[in-house]
């Protein structure tokens, strides 16, 4: 099992700069999650899908940022444009509702900086 | 809201000494999961805690679930260096017409092992 696959995994742009984010999750998992990591607030969740439908985005900064899932093997998290308040690592996990504990598993995770 | 917290943020042990993580979250939950993070790594999974009562454990790690409390415990038996890194307990948003969405994260604690 590949596990789930993020691309790239680091990426420096420059303020104003549109950025996408890739993310393949785990074959048969069908949630798929976006969260941000960084110093100040720790990881929290940008946006939730399930069956590819977006069920959360509450967590979704501004207009700035959007995600799509056009199908169960594949996501992107978009910034545009962007700014330097932006930089964090973004992680994508996904989990299979047949398992019961529901566990969600992680990427390696995309470390984004804006400057 | 959910909350949750972790103490402490940050644990320097001596090798072959026992210490005690704790969480504790602000709503009933009946789910909790602990995962590590060593540096510039993703997050790997250790324990998913699916009741009251629940204990799981993995060679030096011991964790332990008290939903009446709302706390989790990350025990450490006879630390070794291997065990640095920053350990995270996550507890599971229910807000979902009782469906598991996304997970809350505490702050997580930076644990570093000495000889």
């Known amino acids: 099992d590949a596990g789930v696959i993020q691309s790239p995994r680091h990426e420096v742009t420059e303020m104003g700069q549109e950025v996408t984010l890739r993310c393949k999750p785990i074959s048969g998992h069908n949630s798929l999650f976006w969260y941000r990591q960084t110093m100040m607030r720790g990881l929290e969740l940008l946006i939730y899908?399930?069956?590819?439908?977006?069920?959360?985005d509450s967590g979704m900064p501004e207009d700035r940022f959007s995600a799509k899932m056009p199908n169960a093997s594949f996501s992107t998290l978009k910034i545009q444009p962007s700014e330097p308040r932006d930089s964090a690592v973004y992680f994508c996990?996904?989990?299979?509702?047949?398992?019961?504990?529901?566990?969600?598993?992680f990427g390696p995770g995309t470390r984004l900086t804006v400057l | 809201e959910l909350k949750v917290e972790q103490n402490p943020l940050f644990l320097s042990m001596q090798e072959g000494k026992n210490y005690t993580i704790y969480c504790n979250y602000s709503?009933?939950?009946?789910?909790l999961y602990w995962y590590r993070q060593d540096p510039g790594k993703s997050l790997e999974s250790l324990f998913v805690l699916l009741s009251n009562g629940a204990v799981k454990q993995e060679g030096r790690l011991m964790a332990s679930l008290d939903t009446k409390a709302r706390l989790s415990t990350l025990h450490i038996t006879a630390a070794v260096h291997d065990l640095s890194a920053t350990y995270f307990c996550?507890?599971?948003?229910?807000?979902?017409?009782?469906?598991?969405?996304?997970?809350?994260f505490g702050k997580g604690t930076k644990l570093s092992v000495k000889p």
């Open positions: 899908f399930n069956n590819n439908v977006p069920i959360d």
């Open positions: 996990a996904s989990r299979d509702e047949r398992d019961f504990t529901d566990t969600q598993y």
């Open positions: 709503t009933t939950s009946d789910r």
């Open positions: 996550a507890v599971a948003n229910m807000n979902y017409g009782g469906s598991q969405g996304n997970l809350i």
